[in-house]
């Protein structure tokens, strides 16, 4: 190692206090960046390049830097998102977060030929604003930031297991196997965004049918029951019936439990379970009122209205004790304390 490149070495040592700072600080902004933006992430992240793998840069790429400031990416930040359009988002954000070196810059996924192999994710090369109240003497240190999709990491991660960093001189077999991958990941990431633009979708369609009362046909799955749930009128009313015996508030939890016992008692459309509620309101809101008058409950769980109403439909539809346990043995782990419950709702079918 020449004498630049000890004075380079000599530079980390004494600066490695000041890349530690400035990683914490970096990683806090990618997460505020992150919260933000409303794009779910995996992973924010941050690493500094320790001094082995600095030697190791300098021996193969010494005569590109001068001195330690030439080296962009001492310190590291990743973020890690599920799409391949959040990859843009959060790097839109980025851009105004931090002061982008664009020279040095690049979006990797548009810098590879159509036929070679890999995939890539967006670097930037960033400092922090000077205006932005950060500690002064951070705001002159460039590091790099990486936004990259779980897939894209994960090719990233293997790709770099092996050892291959480009193509050059690599057997033609194991060009194609590469090849053949790349294609594979980079589909993957596509069908994830149109899975959820395809939920999302169904979730607007399905939401807006049960708002304008033209649900009843919806099959009944995890999403249109949450979706009846938060915006049918008549199930909101209910619930606030049962609510109002103790005052209690309401805490929003996803029905989906409760998809298997519905289809258990056959309601297997929207209109199924508003059938229900009209029929059995009634029953049901007195079961509710014997079971909590009295509890002093602050908080009641907004499934209640549908636990009530599989209760009443039970006893409506004259199930029997121990087909009333089976349907609670679909919630309930504990066979005894099934058979506890169906005999305390067959009791109190006789109170009322």
């Known amino acids: 190692m020449n004498v630049k490149d000890n004075l380079i070495l000599e530079q980390y040592r004494s600066e490695k206090s000041r890349y530690e700072q400035l990683g914490k600080v970096v990683q806090k902004r990618l997460e505020d960046i992150a919260a933000e933006s409303s794009v779910s992430v995996m992973t924010v992240g941050h690493r500094l390049k320790d001094e082995k793998s600095l030697c190791g840069k300098l021996y193969r790429k010494g005569e590109k830097y001068r001195s330690l400031e030439d080296i962009t990416d001492i310190l590291g930040a990743r973020i890690v998102c599920y799409f391949y359009d959040d990859v843009d988002v959060l790097g839109k954000q980025v851009e105004k977060s931090f002061v982008v070196d664009w020279e040095n810059s690049v979006d990797k996924r548009k810098q590879m030929r159509a036929d070679s192999f890999g995939y890539l994710s967006l670097h930037y090369i960033c400092s922090l604003p000077k205006d932005a109240g950060f500690p002064q003497e951070l705001c002159d240190v460039r590091f790099e930031i990486q936004i990259r999709t779980i897939m894209q990491h994960v090719w990233s991660e293997i790709n770099h297991d092996l050892g291959y960093k480009s193509d050059f001189g690599m057997p033609r077999a194991v060009i194609r196997q590469f090849a053949r991958l790349a294609g594979m990941f980079e589909i993957i990431d596509e ?19 049960i708002q304008d009362d033209k649900a009843q046909d919806v099959l009944m799955d995890n999403v249109s029951l949450r979706e009846y749930m938060l915006y049918n009128k008549k199930i909101r009313a209910f619930l606030e019936r049962i609510a109002g015996i103790e005052g209690s508030e309401i805490t929003e939890i996803s029905p989906e439990s409760y998809v298997p016992q519905l289809k258990w008692l056959k309601k297997n459309t929207i209109g199924d379970v508003q059938s229900m509620l009209y029929e059995n309101e009634e029953l049901a809101f007195e079961l509710a009122r014997k079971s909590l ?14 636990r009530f109403l599989c209760r009443a439909e039970l006893l409506s539809k004259n199930y029997t004790e121990q087909q009333a346990v089976e349907f609670i043995l679909l919630s309930v782990s504990d066979k005894k304390r099934a058979e506890r419950q169906a005999e305390m709702l067959f009791r109190q079918k006789e109170e009322l």
Request: charged letters at 25%; glycine letters at 6%; zero cysteines.
């Open 191 to 209: 069908e994830f965004m149109r899975v959820r633009d395809g939920m999302n979708a169904y979730t607007s369609q399905t939401r807006k049918k």
């Open 293 to 306: 008058a009295g509890s002093e409950l602050d908080v009641v769980a907004s499934t209640v209205a549908l």
